[in-house]
């Protein structure tokens, strides 16, 4: 049995930390939207349950991505196994990776997504979308937001979602400077800093908006409480911003712990003017647009 799905890329125009847990883990609240950038996920179950169990080999066209056991892909796996007693021996996932590595979009979390999905279907486990996210927020506060269809509000760590009618239409422009950025390291960094308090506009979960107009109401609310940290160490990030705001870019920010900057355009031309003026070898330019 074979199936085949992908897996979108997101961005976050809204990222605000609200606060600490006493776990460690960090409460959110987050303006997702899907792109249209995504990566492949083949997923193959063959064969009979064997004397060693179930299998789980993971296979990728990127050389950067780890193809063992610390692997979302491989951990969703895992995860769905445990719901079900089917007879099977190995199960087959290759990826086919067209997303930038540690790079703030949410890869790894959209493959993870896919795979539950995947594996629900040819397992014909009837897993509930709910169900499906209380396994993938275990994997990480991205996985709920990519089993759901649309822009979402993300809140808490990942699992409390408000999907939202299509946002306006928006024309991105992505650049990865070729760096990566790990995302342990941004929320220890942002815990370290004392300047950043968190503000009354940060807890305010209210104040943001359920619909937009147009991207420049969307504009508005863009902000990301983690690019500080980020840029603080890489300020070239703050340089991109403003190359693509100067080519026209309705607005510019860091998407997730970075180092992704993205320039949203209001239409295609002025997106692919500024394609043709920033794409430089050093860094991944790609044009795509919101699902």
């Given at each position: 049995?074979?199936?085949?799905?992908?897996?979108?890329t997101?961005?976050?125009?809204?990222?605000?930390?609200l606060?600490?847990?006493?776990?460690?883990?960090?409460?959110?609240?987050?303006?997702?939207?899907?792109?249209?950038?995504?990566d492949?996920?083949?997923?193959?179950v063959?064969?009979?349950?064997?004397?060693v169990?179930?299998?789980?080999?993971?296979?990728?066209?990127d050389?950067?991505v780890?193809?063992?056991?610390?692997?979302?892909?491989?951990k969703?796996?895992?995860?769905?196994l445990n719901?079900?007693?089917?007879?099977?021996?190995?199960i087959?996932?290759?990826?086919?990776?067209?997303i930038?590595?540690?790079?703030?979009l949410?890869?790894?979390?959209?493959?993870?997504?896919?795979?539950?999905?995947g594996?629900?279907?040819?397992?014909?486990l009837s897993?509930s979308?709910?169900?499906?996210?209380?396994?993938?927020?275990?994997?990480?506060?991205?996985?709920?937001f990519f089993?759901?269809d649309?822009?979402?509000?993300?809140?808490?760590?990942?699992?409390?979602?408000?999907?939202?009618d299509?946002l306006?239409?928006?024309?991105?422009?992505?650049?990865n400077?070729?760096?990566?950025v790990s995302?342990?390291?941004v929320?220890?960094e942002?815990?370290?800093?004392?300047?950043?308090q968190?503000?009354q506009?940060?807890?305010?979960?209210?104040?943001l908006?359920?619909?937009?107009?147009g991207?420049?109401?969307?504009a508005?609310?863009?902000?990301n409480?983690?690019?500080m940290?980020?840029?603080?160490?890489?300020?070239?990030?703050?340089?991109i911003?403003?190359m693509?705001?100067?080519s026209?870019?309705?607005?510019?920010?860091?998407?997730?712990s970075?180092p992704?900057?993205?320039g949203m355009f209001?239409?295609?031309?002025?997106?692919?003017?500024?394609?043709e003026?920033?794409?430089r070898?050093e860094?991944?330019?790609?044009?795509t647009?919101?699902?």
């Amino acid at each position: 049995m074979q199936l085949k799905l992908k897996a979108p890329t997101k961005i976050n125009l809204v990222l605000r930390v609200l606060g600490r847990r006493s776990n460690g883990y960090h409460d959110l609240l987050m303006l997702n939207e899907k792109l249209n950038l995504c990566d492949e996920i083949e997923i193959e179950v063959r064969g009979q349950k064997s004397e060693v169990g179930h299998q789980v080999v993971v296979t990728c066209d990127d050389p950067n991505v780890p193809c063992d056991e610390t692997n979302l892909c491989y951990k969703a796996a895992k995860a769905i196994l445990n719901e079900t007693s089917a007879d099977l021996n190995t199960i087959n996932i290759h990826i086919t990776k067209r997303i930038p590595v540690a790079a703030g979009l949410g890869g790894g979390s959209s493959d993870a997504a896919a795979t539950l999905k995947g594996l629900n279907e040819l397992l014909e486990l009837s897993l509930s979308r709910a169900s499906l996210a209380s396994l993938g927020v275990k994997l990480g506060a991205d996985v709920p937001f990519f089993l759901c269809d649309g822009p979402a509000v993300c809140e808490g760590i990942g699992g409390k979602i408000a999907t939202l009618d299509k946002l306006p239409n928006m024309w991105i422009l992505l650049i990865n400077p070729g760096f990566p950025v790990s995302t342990k390291w941004v929320y220890e960094e942002f815990d370290k800093m004392a300047s950043l308090q968190l503000t009354q506009a940060s807890r305010n979960v209210n104040g943001l908006p359920r619909f937009f107009k147009g991207l420049e109401e969307v504009a508005k609310v863009v902000h990301n409480d983690l690019e500080m940290v980020t840029a603080s160490k890489y300020p070239e990030i703050k340089r991109i911003e403003k190359m693509l705001m100067d080519s026209g870019a309705v607005a510019s920010w860091m998407s997730g712990s970075g180092p992704t900057v993205v320039g949203m355009f209001n239409c295609e031309k002025t997106r692919d003017d500024a394609f043709e003026k920033l794409n430089r070898p050093e860094w991944r330019v790609i044009k795509t647009a919101n699902c």
